[in-house]
């Protein structure tokens, strides 16, 4: 158990749906990063909070946002799902002075039909 | 952007044997290279990481060589054990920001 912890497990919802995932990094963490995890696209990173503010963006479409808050726990929202959205997605947390050292939560298995 | 290729992507040995995982990159700002371990249906795990100032680093079974030169990287596990069949990604990442792009990870299957 690496100390972060991701709701849902598993989410099931239908395309053009709005969905939320939520993220809770390991204490004392204030760097939360989002990745995806897909067949298609491998491991990718989406973005990254550190204290309340973005850091770093990375493949993140338009339709996908996120926030930090003040508590540091992170939501990512995705809306106007796709097919292709189908994935795992991964919330990782480090500490300030070891950036490099990203522990992963267990992921939300997001399913579009 | 860094794009990072692994190979092979898919690895069967024998137990006992050693496994061997390569990676290339493409920027040569990356500095940082971490290696990850993913159970199935479970977390990627960082297992052993280097930096573009060693070249080569070891932590009992598993090592890992850096080449900045040719811009490779391996990783390799010795005396393989049923338990470390997993999938594995390397990555490459700016010393500043630390974000990595992952390889597409290579699948090792270790035969009791």
């Known amino acids: 158990d690496s100390g972060v912890t991701q709701t849902p497990k598993h989410l099931i919802t239908a395309t053009g749906q709005r969905v939320t995932l939520r993220c809770s990094p390991r204490?004392?963490?204030?760097?939360v990063y989002w990745y995806q995890q897909s067949l298609d696209q491998g491991l990718q990173f989406l973005i990254q909070y550190y204290n309340g503010e973005e850091r770093a963006k990375g493949n993140i479409l338009e339709r996908f946002s996120a926030q930090q808050f003040p508590d540091l726990h992170s939501e990512l929202n995705l809306s106007s799902l796709e097919l292709g959205d189908s994935a795992l997605y991964f919330c990782?947390?480090?500490?300030?002075?070891?950036?490099?050292?990203?522990?992963f939560g267990p992921g939300t298995r997001l399913t579009v039909t | 952007g860094e794009n990072v290729e692994q190979h092979p992507s898919t690895l069967s040995v024998q137990e006992g044997d050693s496994a061997v995982i390569k990676c290339t990159y493409s920027d040569s700002a990356s500095n940082y290279f971490p290696w990850y371990k993913q159970e199935l249906g479970k977390r990627p795990q960082l297992i052993i990481d280097?930096?573009?100032?060693?070249g080569e680093k070891k932590d009992q079974r598993i090592a890992v060589t850096l080449n900045k030169t040719a811009k490779h990287f391996s990783l390799h596990i010795t005396e393989t054990q049923p338990e470390d069949s997993a999938v594995y990604f390397c990555a490459a990442s700016p010393g500043g920001s630390y974000i990595p792009t992952f390889g597409r990870g290579t699948s090792l299957i270790v035969h009791p």
């Open positions: 990782a947390s480090s500490v300030a002075n070891r950036p490099y050292e990203q522990y």
């Open positions: 204490s004392g963490d204030l760097s």
């Open positions: 280097i930096r573009s100032n060693v």
